[in-house]
């Protein structure tokens, strides 16, 4: 640890080290260039976060559509998870959510506790949502958590299997929006 001449150490996370100077003027920041060169080997593009989701589609196995439709799924997945504060984190959540867990009367059920108008709504999207993307129910789940699933790195590895195309499939069928209308 470096210490400064007034005897603080530097902060290892400091925004100097995770930004470029025009980041840390508040202008657009596009990341170092080490940055770059790996958001264009792992997702193609230089636009896109580091995430799984990111990987489809930067591979295009979603589309623009799809892959907004997604990043709004896990991200209410993530949020809601969060707020819950049940066990099992996100896949806990989606259990509970979809009526898998009996209730036992000490598992809570998230967003009916009647005072948080929007966590009730958040549960209602996520009910039609959860309901076309259970096919595809530990796909997602991986991704709200964070974790790479088995397919992106297939993806990553240029080999993808006959079930990972299956599940692309079912995953793309589920985010498609007019299917949700089709079928509720």
Do not use: C
């Not at 920041?29 to 799984?52: C, P, Q, W």
């Not at 819950?84 to 259990?95: D, K, P, R």
């Amino acid at each position: 640890m470096a210490w400064h001449k007034r005897g603080r150490p530097r902060r290892a996370n400091a925004k100097r080290r995770q930004t470029t100077v025009a980041g840390r003027r508040g202008e657009a920041d596009t990341g170092t260039e080490e940055l770059r060169r790996r958001k264009r080997r792992v997702t193609g593009r230089e636009d896109l976060e580091l995430t799984g989701a990111a990987v489809l589609f930067g591979h295009d196995l979603l589309d623009r559509q799809q892959f907004d439709t997604l990043g709004l799924i896990t991200g209410l997945l993530q949020r809601l998870a969060v707020g819950w504060g049940g066990t099992g984190g996100v896949s806990g959540l989606w259990l509970s959510i979809t009526g898998a867990l009996v209730r036992t009367g000490y598992a809570p059920v998230p967003g009916t506790d009647g005072g948080f108008a929007p966590a009730v709504r958040a549960r209602r999207q996520l009910v039609r949502a959860l309901r076309q993307l259970d096919g595809s129910r530990d796909l997602v789940i991986d991704l709200a958590e964070g974790r790479a699933p088995p397919v992106v790195l297939h993806v990553l590895e240029r080999r993808l299997l006959r079930q990972d195309e299956a599940e692309l499939d079912r995953l793309r069928a589920g985010l498609d929006p007019e299917a949700g209308r089709r079928q509720g």
